[in-house]
């Protein structure tokens, strides 16, 4: 399997644009994971899907951050208008539950470095 | 609120020489807790799951341990391709599956 596939890899933007991330998870996982790293607050989860339906969002930082998962082999997160602050490296990552390794054995793609000018 | 607190920030050895890596966790009721590494421009990669105080698990040059309060990572005769940072993460009693909560990490670099 390929993996977790995210694109874009890199975006620059500037403030008040509309900014859309994408993530392709791992075919047969039914967890699907938005993470947000930045050096001052580490990892933080955003929001998480199930099945394909959003189960927790509360980590999602202001209205202005929406996500969906149309699909089982498709996600999005979009920051619509972009800010300065919204500046990181945005992860997807899928699982799947009951896996011999135990829950937390998330698989993350390689990331989507945002910057907003 | 679940708290993970990693140290060190930055770990500096030359290969071969052991060391720890710390990780303190303040949960209502743990369910698990798991390791990961992560490469300088790459998602973090799965290492361990541990469940209950005593636990022990093995990967080649590392080894995780948990206790009530807190894990270590073992590094023994560390080389320089174990440099990477290292994340813990604890998932507390009572959350959905999958939903953790991560420390800040410590960046360990091995020198040859």
């Known amino acids: 399997d390929a993996g977790v596939i995210q694109s874009p890899r890199h975006e620059v933007t500037e403030m008040g644009q509309e900014v859309t991330l994408r993530c392709k998870p791992i075919?047969?996982?039914?967890?699907l994971f938005w993470y947000r790293q930045t050096m001052m607050r580490g990892l933080e989860l955003l929001i998480y899907?199930?099945?394909?339906?959003?189960?927790?969002d509360s980590g999602m930082p202001e209205d202005r951050f929406s996500a969906k998962m149309p699909n089982a082999s498709f996600s999005t997160l979009k920051i619509q208008p972009s800010e300065p602050r919204d500046s990181a490296v945005y992860f997807c990552a899928s699982s799947l539950e009951g896996t011999p390794r135990g829950a937390g054995e998330l698989f993350f793609g390689e990331g989507s470095r945002l910057t907003v000018l | 609120e679940d708290q993970v607190t990693q140290s060190p920030e930055a770990l500096r050895l030359q290969e071969g020489e052991s060391s720890s890596l710390n990780c303190s966790y303040t949960v209502s009721g743990l369910r698990g807790l798991f390791w990961y590494r992560q490469d300088p421009g790459k998602g973090p990669e799965f290492l361990f799951t541990l469940y209950s105080a005593g636990e022990e698990k093995e990967k080649e040059r590392l080894k995780a341990t948990l206790t009530k309060k807190e894990s270590f990572l073992h590094i023994t005769a560390p080389k320089p391709e174990d440099s990477a940072t290292y994340l813990c993460?604890?998932?507390?009693?009572?959350?959905?599956?999958?939903?953790?909560?991560f420390g800040q990490g410590t960046i360990l670099t091995v020198h040859p």
């Open positions: 899907f199930n099945n394909n339906v959003p189960i927790d």
């Open positions: 993460a604890v998932q507390a009693s009572g959350t959905s599956y999958g939903k953790l909560t």
């Open positions: 075919s047969g996982h039914d967890y």
